[in-house]
């Protein structure tokens, strides 16, 4: 049977929670939110039928509230599996001597081909250090019948970005849509320039602070950024309003695009915004040559180090790395399976999303994720000037190296 608990944040402090005795495994998420909820339910007892000699003991704690406690638990009296997030969210844990090393449960499953696109921001030292289970994709949101009106092709290429950027806003349609009030979609606009410019590598050694902000290169970043928006290629007036409200220049056609994360589609839609109206592009290609990565903030599990029954947890790795738990876990939440022998989604976006993730080189997790707090909201602060104030990119880098060079002593 699955022993199950939810937890508040007033009761996180004395929820510690561990296995005793090999044949149960405790398990810590932060599955609240109801579909997820049900999605891990089905999960746990779907694991239990295939391991029938495991029990899991699962404590579902409420998101803030997790990420305050999840050192706590990991350093005192560690469950057998906790979830958590890829690449530098991950690293942490990992330089702290808290993770397992779980490459074992990589090379038994075959998952280095399997969860391709996951695997470098699963990797550290040359070890991986959980698997991915769900992530969705980012990016261009386009008005299909707009495009064809113009007639313009989905651009593959920043200089034909450019072109069908000049097209449109001749014809009196703004380019892009966007809404920065929250600051964070401007994150996703950085994000995929610096990808695109710059590279993988460079991202992650960037939001990981281990290249200052004056760097030539994180300018060459903002420089592009201001091809689109000196010539008033985005709405005015974005600061003041969040993504939501963004959403209505898209569906009157005063704007034709939207860099933005999958979960906006349903919001196109509530809008007013058919599905046959809505196309979706991956981020055009700039640096020719570079690996292609892409923008999937990526959810996981892992082994703390302090686990009492690791073996059975391994097992539960294993299984929710397999294309079935993926492919049925997924289509509840409505996200995609990180393993590219799932069965494909049937809705197009995520059809879309599928492809586009499974092809790529690696995946970052979004600027909020990978940067450490204090950096990532100063970074947006300043990402947000910018597209306000585009000549003002040398004192905002500054401020932006200032604030690195504090926070990652």
């Known amino acids: 049977m699955t022993l199950f608990k939810s937890l508040s944040g007033v009761a996180l402090s004395a929820a510690l929670f561990s296995s005793a005795f090999a044949g149960e495994i405790t398990i810590n998420s932060d599955h609240s939110d109801p579909v997820p909820k049900k999605a891990m339910e089905e999960l746990i007892a779907d694991f239990q039928k295939a391991n029938p000699d495991v029990t899991v003991k699962w404590n579902n704690f409420d998101h803030e509230g997790y990420k305050s406690a999840i050192r706590n638990f990991l350093t005192a009296d560690a469950p057998d599996v906790v979830a958590w997030y890829a690449g530098n969210r991950m690293e942490p844990f990992v330089k702290a001597g808290l993770f397992e090393d779980v490459t074992d449960v990589w090379t038994a499953n075959s998952l ?54 000049r097209k449109l806003k001749d014809a009196g349609i703004t380019p892009f849509t966007i809404g920065t009030k929250a600051l964070w979609p401007t994150a996703g606009w950085f994000d995929y320039l610096d990808l695109r410019i710059n590279g993988y590598d460079f991202h992650m050694e960037l939001t990981s602070g281990k290249v200052p902000y004056t760097d030539p290169r994180v300018k060459a970043v903002f420089e592009k950024w201001a091809e689109l928006v000196k010539p008033g290629y985005f709405i005015e007036n974005h600061a003041a309003i969040d993504w939501q409200d963004a959403v209505p220049q898209l569906v009157q056609g005063k704007a034709a695009m939207y860099l933005m994360g999958n979960f906006a589609v349903a919001t196109f839609k509530n809008g007013g915004l058919k599905e046959e109206q809505i196309g979706f592009l991956p981020f055009p290609e700039i640096t020719a040559g570079l690996p292609v990565a892409e923008e999937a903030p990526t959810d996981t599990f892992h082994i703390p180090k302090g686990a009492n029954n690791k073996d059975d947890a391994k097992k539960f790795l294993a299984y929710v790395a397999s294309p079935q738990a993926q492919t049925k876990m997924n289509a509840t939440m409505g996200q995609l399976s990180v393993n590219n022998k799932a069965e494909k989604p049937t809705d197009p976006f995520l059809e879309a999303g599928f492809d586009m993730l499974s092809k790529a080189t690696a995946i970052a997790q979004f600027y909020d994720r990978d940067a450490q707090a204090e950096m990532a909201k100063a970074g947006m602060e300043g990402f947000q000037e910018f597209m306000v104030k585009p000549d003002k990119i040398d004192a905002i880098l500054a401020r932006l190296e200032k604030v690195r060079a504090r926070v990652y002593k």
Do not use: C, H, N
């Open 112 to 165: 280095e081909d399997q969860l391709k696109s996951a695997s470098p921001s699963m990797t550290i030292d040359g070890k991986k250090w959980g698997v991915p289970y769900t992530y969705y994709q980012w990016g261009i949101y386009y008005r299909k019948d707009i495009f064809q009106s113009q007639s313009i092709t989905p651009p593959k290429t920043w200089d034909e970005l450019l072109a069908a950027s």
